[in-house]
């Protein structure tokens, strides 16, 4: 056993002084190890880290999503697709980040303006993140963003990734716009059907949207009802002040300020000034999205078996949910009277990558905020240390590559030596030969083919 060692590695008369790992067997041999490892962790890589968003790639982790839920998957429609695009131009035209724009812009007239007549809809909005894996993950850890991809009414999708400047800043936007149709039928008319008309002996008067106790963060929002035969004059009364009159067109009647409506508890009556039927609803207008205090972030590697990040920061205005996100991982915080704590598995992190925290509340507003700067703070993260469960596979190839290259250098220089101490170099050298070539040629491949960038 010994003998064959030796005569893989040094030169001797039993492997007529051609060691049995320099012959060409043996370099085809690693060749193809080299070249197979560096293909598999640059597809690994590919897939792994591309930095892009894609919309194609988001309706297909939204879609994944449905299936795994039983749900019926999304198609894509154009108009859908059309509006998105529309409502993250309006933003960056107006500069402005919200559902609702500061002119009274909502999320439904770039639906309807794209010729969509919905039955139901919603939208699902992210900024800043350089992954499709990112946004979503985002998305899937926030309640209400994760309610709009897994709701059983919608039907179609349409997703637009624009960039452009917003606030002195250059982003993408990403505006995810879900949507139904039904039967053809209009929006209008199954609200009509959800209460059918009476006649004028017993007249009726509902108020159906929205739902008594609702927290909403919709300040522009329209009150929809129906009535039944014999309502013709409707009178809408705000906390008890007379706003206005409606009169029904069909049995169906919606109601919205000339102005937002504003911060706070709102007790809104409709009452027929005829029959005096009536019926009332009180919800919450919220529009103030929860404070993440920057002063109070603080990032913190716990080592360990499993190496994790330890991500504190103190949030204001009653958050429903804070998570964080770092390169794609998401964990929610615990809430500890407004200061949110949470562990996260340590991932290798560096220059651009991304590391966001999320904070929704219950209205659906929500504030984000980015925490590379602290995450790169962390010294053994930042300089990409290789963790149980979180190995940089790029880094990690090159250092192999290197070290592959230099052992085999050392290992050529260290026969050539022998050779020559034996007296023979100048007859047994030229067994060498192919060894230097291969070492030549590997060295140039490696160097050109890292010197490329995975998006």
């Not at 794209?114 to 699902?124: L, P």
């Not at 170099?425 to 491949?445: D, E, S, Y």
């Amino acid at each position: 056993m010994i003998g064959f060692i030796k005569n893989c590695f040094i030169p001797r008369y039993h492997n007529s002084f051609y060691p049995y790992f320099l012959r060409k067997g043996a370099l085809a041999f690693y060749t193809v190890i080299i070249l197979g490892l560096n293909v598999l962790v640059g597809a690994i890589g590919g897939v792994a880290h591309a930095g892009e968003v894609s919309a194609s790639t988001l309706i297909e982790y939204a879609n994944s999503e449905r299936r795994a839920r039983g749900l019926n998957e999304l198609a894509v429609d154009p108009r859908l697709v059309a509006a998105a695009y529309e409502k993250a131009e309006n933003m960056f035209e107006l500069q402005y980040w919200s559902h609702y724009g500061p002119s009274g812009e909502t999320p439904w007239q770039f639906i309807t303006g794209s010729g969509y007549d919905y039955v139901y809809a919603g939208e699902n909005l992210a900024k800043g993140f350089n992954s499709s894996e990112g946004v979503h993950s985002a998305w899937m850890a926030s309640k209400t963003h994760r309610e709009n991809i897994l709701n059983s009414k919608y039907d179609e999708i349409g997703i637009a990734v624009v960039p452009g400047k917003l606030n002195g800043s250059y982003i993408l936007l990403v505006v995810q716009m879900f949507g139904s149709v039904g039967d053809g039928s209009s929006a209008t008319s199954t609200v009509s059907s959800v209460s059918p008309g009476v006649s004028s002996v017993n007249p009726k008067l509902e108020i159906i949207y929205p739902s008594d106790g609702q927290i909403l963060g919709d300040d522009f929002l329209e009150i929809e009802g129906v009535s039944g035969d014999g309502v013709n004059n409707i009178e809408i009364y705000d906390n008890g002040d007379k706003q206005g009159r409606i009169i029904p067109q069909g049995g169906v009647w919606d109601y919205r300020p000339e102005s937002s409506w504003e911060e706070g508890n709102h007790e809104v009556k409709a009452v027929d000034s005829v029959s005096e039927v009536n019926d009332s609803v009180d919800f919450v207008i919220d529009t103030m999205a929860p404070k993440i205090e920057q002063n109070s972030i603080s990032v913190s590697q716990k080592t360990g078996v499993f190496s994790k990040l330890k991500v504190e920061v103190d949030i204001s205005g009653d958050p429903d949910e804070v998570f964080v996100v770092i390169n794609g991982v998401s964990k929610n915080l615990e809430n500890d009277s407004g200061h949110f704590v949470g562990e996260v598995p340590a991932v290798s992190f560096e220059e651009g990558s991304e590391a966001k925290i999320m904070a929704s509340d219950s209205a659906g507003n929500y504030s984000v905020m980015d925490i590379s700067d602290y995450v790169l703070g962390v010294s053994s993260i930042s300089e990409g240390s290789a963790v149980l469960g979180s190995i940089n596979l790029n880094s990690g190839i090159k250092v192999f590559n290197k070290v592959v290259v230099i052992g085999v250098l050392l290992f050529l220089l260290f026969d050539a030596v022998y050779l020559f101490k034996l007296n023979i170099f100048t007859t047994r050298g030229r067994t060498l030969f192919p060894m230097a070539i291969w070492i030549l040629v590997l060295g140039i491949g490696l160097a050109v083919g890292s010197g490329g960038t995975i998006y």
